[in-house]
């Protein structure tokens, strides 16, 4: 990672030394997203809440009638944008349990919004998919019932 920065920076340097307008441009641009990403890998992800009305969630055995709600709402809500398997408008969801703490997904499913602007991933996200997730204006309930659904997509 800091090689890459290394080298964005003396592109930049390069460009710059050449005088052209729009190079100057692009320069200052690129290793502005270098350093965010940066800044991201620092975090661990499953310390991560993220920003949101869910500060702490209870996890116990699957419960198999939220896992169908949750079906439920994904494939009514989610899926104009999301594939569990593979990437669409938005990234693929499977192993997302995993990979992010049940607090910070539940807040990226209610509150994208201020998720995308102060969470460093979910910024590091909107970058890469260069497309905002939508706010869908679930209930608590339901996320919760989505994220069991997830649980079962490993
Ligand atoms: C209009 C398209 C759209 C809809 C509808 C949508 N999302 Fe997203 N979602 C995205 C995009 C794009 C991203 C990644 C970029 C970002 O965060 O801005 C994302 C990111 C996510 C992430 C983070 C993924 C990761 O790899 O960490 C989760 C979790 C998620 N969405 C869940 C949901 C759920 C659950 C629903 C339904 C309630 C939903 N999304 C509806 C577009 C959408």
């Given amino acids: 990672m800091k090689l890459k920065i290394l080298t964005v920076l003396a592109l930049s340097a390069i460009m710059m030394s050449c005088g052209g307008d729009k190079p100057k441009e692009k320069a200052a641009d690129s290793p502005a997203k270098e350093d965010m990403k940066a800044e991201v890998t620092k975090i661990d992800p499953m310390k991560d809440k993220g920003v949101g009305p869910i500060k702490s969630v209870t996890i ?3 419960d198999d009638a939220m896992v169908a ?3 439920k709402i ?3 809500k989610c899926t104009a944008c999301h594939k569990i398997s593979k990437r669409f408008v938005g ?3 499977k ?3 995993k990979k992010q703490t049940p607090e910070w997904i539940m807040n990226m499913i209610l509150n994208p919004d201020v998720m995308v602007v102060e969470n460093a ?3 590091e996200l909107l970058i890469e998919y260069s497309a905002p997730m939508a706010n869908q204006n679930l209930t608590e309930e339901e996320a919760r019932a989505i ?3 997830f649980r079962t997509k490993n």
């Fill in 60 to 62: 116990g055995d699957i």
């Fill in 69 to 71: 709600n949750g079906e």
């Fill in 74 to 76: 994904f494939k009514a």
């Fill in 91 to 93: 990234p693929a969801l």
């Fill in 95 to 97: 192993g997302i349990t």
């Fill in 121 to 123: 991933r979910a910024k």
């Fill in 147 to 149: 994220y069991e659904y």
